[in-house]
Antibody, heavy 121, light 109 residues
Framework: EVQVLESGGDLVQPGGSLRLSCAAS????????MCWVRQAPGKGLEWVST????????YYADSVKGRFTISRDNSKDTLFLRMDGLRAEDTAVYYC??????????????WGRGTLVTVSS | EIVLTQSPGTLSLSPGERATLSCRAS???????LAWYQQKPGQAPRLLIY???SRATGIPDRFSGSGSGTDFTLTISRLEPEDFAVYYC??????????FGGGTKVEIK
């Protein structure tokens, strides 16, 4: 069974940093692009970042470019999101999602339950 | 950036009725890269439709997708109690960025 499980969400002050992790199982992690999608409280879905299957290509939404860094460890089947310079508007549930191929832009067929990041003083 | 506009914002229907949800793109989207998701309160989104009209694994055949170019539709032929949720369309035809529509809430009338 395909599973992705996020962790690392927390309450952090504005300007602070956080690293999210996503542990994958049930599929050949290194063969699929992965992404992060977030959802602010009571709002819709917002794509944050995507990384190619081999980790060589990364893409970001303009709202997080230069502050967030996506990475992956294919030897440990784990996806990461390093978030620096956090702002109140980054407050959201962050979902890890699996792409359907190695291509970085596709739909997402498996999602985790999400991890909550709250940015507040 | 392709903007996806979903309508209506809220759809009030009774179980057994037909639901028709619209997703309009600000520019043409390849059908191959148009997907629909269902999200229930407190849960992650679930893939329903990909390639504009193909049902994902395990999705009942009362869900169907159609459309091309800038106009896409998700139809639920007969609403079951478990279908009341929020539905999102998504495009990755012209990416980055990947974009989602604002969502349509299907609520019980």
């Amino acid at each position: 069974e395909v599973q992705v499980l996020e962790s690392g969400g927390d309450l952090v002050q504005p300007g602070g940093s956080l690293r999210l992790s996503c542990a994958a199982s049930g599929f050949t992690f290194s063969s699929y692009a992965m992404c992060w999608v977030r959802q602010a409280p009571g709002k819709g879905l917002e794509w944050v970042s995507t990384i190619s299957a081999d980790g060589g290509r990364t893409y970001y939404a303009d709202s997080v470019k230069g502050r967030f860094t996506i990475s992956r460890d294919n030897s440990k089947d784990t996806l990461f999101l390093r978030m620096d310079g956090l702002r109140a508007e980054d407050t959201a549930v962050y979902y890890c999602a699996k792409g359907v191929s190695s291509s970085p832009f596709n739909w997402f067929d498996s999602w985790g339950r999400g991890t909550l990041v709250t940015v507040s003083s | 950036e392709i903007v996806l506009t979903q309508s209506p914002g809220t759809l009030s229907l009774s179980p057994g009725e037909r639901a028709t949800l619209s997703c309009r793109a600000s520019q043409s989207v390849s059908s191959t890269y148009l997907a629909w998701y269902q999200q229930k309160p407190g849960q992650a989104p679930r893939l329903l439709i990909y390639g504009a009209s193909s049902r994902a694994t395990g999705i009942p055949d009362r869900f169907s997708g159609s459309g091309s170019g800038t106009d896409f539709t998700l139809t639920i032929s007969r609403l079951e109690p478990e279908d009341f949720a929020v539905y999102y369309c998504q495009q990755c035809s012209s990416s980055p960025p990947v974009t989602f529509g604002g969502g349509t809430k299907v609520e019980i009338k």
